[in-house]
Nanobody, 115 residues
Framework: QVRLVESGGALVQPGGSLRLSCAASGSDINVYAMAWYRQAPGKQRELVAAITISDRIDYADSVKGRFTISRDNAKNTMYLQMNNLKPEDTAVYHC?????????WGQGTQVTVSS
């Protein structure tokens, strides 16, 4: 079993940047497919970015060119670098880990983009 704890969310102005972290414990993340999801009030959960165990990366069209997902297996941590943030990026961001039928996710971190 893996425990995931997100951090790095904050209130930021449009055009600003944030880096989210997802620290894992209990298991090594290098065997998991990892992803960032977000959920805004009144909206469905949305896949933001995903990275496989072979480091294949996919992004939602809405964040391509602005967000970068990465993983540091030595630190057992996944990151999401978010640049040029927009008000529509406001949401709770969750990290997600999957291995076969195993599925874990964290409690989330709030990102608010507002002037």
């Amino acid at each position: 079993q893996v425990r995931l704890v997100e951090s790095g969310g904050a209130l930021v102005q449009p055009g600003g940047s944030l880096r989210l972290s997802c620290a894992a414990s209990g298991s090594d993340i290098n065997v998991y497919a990892m992803a960032w999801y977000r959920q805004a009030p009144g909206k469905q959960r949305e896949l933001v970015a995903a990275i496989t165990i072979s480091d294949r990366i996919d992004y939602a069209d809405s964040v391509k060119g602005r967000f970068t997902i990465s993983r540091d297996n030595a630190k057992n941590t996944m990151y999401l670098q978010m640049n040029n943030l927009k008000p529509e990026d406001t949401a709770v961001y969750h990290c997600d880990a999957r291995l076969g039928t195993l599925h874990f996710w964290g409690q989330g971190t709030q990102v608010t983009v507002s002037s």
